[in-house]
């Protein structure tokens, strides 16, 4: 490490980050307290998990090899909790006319419109492409659509792709004059979508796009692929084998089913399109098992229990909000090769606040602005007197003058660790902003006052559970602490005082110490280091 003085202040250089010191000036004192709207409200036994459940211990190993990398998001399709149970050989194939069956009963008995049916597909197909391809690593993006039904799917992607930051361009050779497609495309017009003809499209389309998107064919097509589709295909058919290896190259997305395939023979002679992605919608297709693709995912969060019942639909839960879902597992990826490319504004001298604790406001007011989940998660960092470091996370719940406060178990470890050595490290990290701040002082309980005020203002179902909690000792099961918590239950049905426990409160950490961290591109990131004076 470098460092350098230059005006009474030091600016300390190290692994391209910079560090800072600033001298503190006391304002009016502000105080923050978090409500419990900030988290979600989940069983309370959740909530305060109390202890640890005796289970046996296997060994596992973990082998990672080359693919695309999956990125997550607040409904993430590519960690689908959903699919950790799920077999993925048993969901449900559709023959051709099966298919063509429930889309004639979504749109006959069941009420469903052909424009609403697109609009959800279309949506799907956007939805899967941004769990897996990043706007920032693959933003131009070329649909080719076809005169059907599947090409109106495409329209609708690449106008959610739009929104979601992406650069799309349509190749639209065939337009169909129905007011449904000419709506569609006077909404990527409205929004400066280029079109391109085919002559227009450069001979390797490869070198200007990140993303091809498969839109001509779906289920219903019949026969041999026509001028210009026949040719357009061939260029995806010469693009690449997903197995190839080597720099980053465009991938093609398919919707419902590969152009070209057999629908329910798949890719007969093995010459045909052999897309990254595979967007199946309502329910794959018998030709979709053929798919050797490392992304298959499954679209359509609309099918009615009629559907699923009368055609014993066995398909995948989706997870949280999301129009998307995996089918299969995620392909084994090079950890190695899992880094982000941040762009972020420069987080500079002249804007950063003389007190680090205004700053900090600042930054959660950011976090609080942009939706991040539980923006006041934190991870608290201590050590005993044997050396050894434990993290957690835990909910900041204070904030004011003094420090950071937060709320547990004192005969927790963390709570023994502190008795040992009171001093800790907080680490808040936004993600959605690129930002995280670590902050180191000493810890000491807050009054006894202070913790039963804010223990009373909790859920009685949370005060409960704070009793039954003996957070990091051994229990023999869960049907224990279920039991406990419904007499506790049972004992304040009436709406009487539940008592704190004893062993539970809060503690304040005093900051001494901020750094906050600003991600930048090429890992040139912005580091301030500001003790508070």
Known sequence: MRSLVAKGRIRSMKCLCLTHTLTQTHKTPHVTTFPH?????????????????????????????????????????????????????????????????????????LGFSVDQLMELAGLSVAASISEVYKPSEYNRVLTICGPGNNGGDGLVAARHLHHFGYKPFVCYPKRTPKPLYAGLVTQLEALSIPFLSVEELPSDISNDFDILIDAMFGFSFH??????????IQRLVSLHSHNQIGPKRSVIVSVDIPSGWHVEEGDVDGSGIKPDMLVSLTAPKLGAKKFGGPHHFLGGRFVPPAIAEKYKLILPAYPGTSMCVRIGKPPQIDISALRENYISPEFLEDQVEAD???????????????????????????????????????????????????????????????????????????????????????????????????????????????????????????????????????KYADGS?????????????????????????????????????
Request: glycine share 8%; hydrophobic share 35%.
């Open 37 to 109: 709207s900030l988290h979600i409200n989940h069983n309370p036994l959740f909530q305060v998990f109390s202890g640890f459940l005796r289970l046996p211990i296997r060994p596992f190993s973990t082998k990672f090899k080359g693919g695309p990398t999956p990125t997550a998001s607040s409904s993430s399709c590519a960690l689908a909790q959903s699919m950790a149970n799920f077999d993925a050989d048993s969901v449900t194939y559709l023959t051709q006319r099966e298919a063509a069956e429930i889309d004639e009963t979504l749109m006959g008995p």
């Open 223 to 232: 026969g041999s692929p026509r001028p210009p589709f026949d040719d357009l």
């Open 356 to 490: 680090p604790i205004n700053q900090f406001r600042n930054w959660f007011d950011d976090a609080l602005a942009a939706g991040l989940k539980e923006p006041n998660a934190m991870a608290l960092s201590t050590v005993g007197k044997d050396g050894k470091p434990s993290s957690r996370m835990v909910l900041l719940k204070g904030l004011d003058k003094d420090g950071f406060v937060w709320y547990t178990n004192y005969e927790s470890r963390k709570g023994h660790e502190l008795s040992e050595n009171p001093r800790a490290s907080l680490l808040f990290y936004w993600d959605g902003l690129n930002r995280q701040v670590r902050v180191e002082g000493p810890v000491q309980k807050v009054p006894d006052e202070e913790s039963e005020q804010y223990f009373h203002s909790r859920p009685r179902g949370s005060q409960i559970g704070a009793i039954v909690s003996k957070q990091s000792t051994v229990v023999p099961g869960r049907h224990v602490l279920y039991q406990e918590y419904n007499e506790l239950e049972q």
């Open 497 to 533: 005082l539940i008592p704190k426990p004893k062993n539970w409160g809060g503690y304040r950490l005093t900051p001494q110490l901020f750094e906050f961290w600003q991600g930048q591109k090429s890992r040139l990131h912005d580091r301030w280091l500001l003790p508070r004076l």
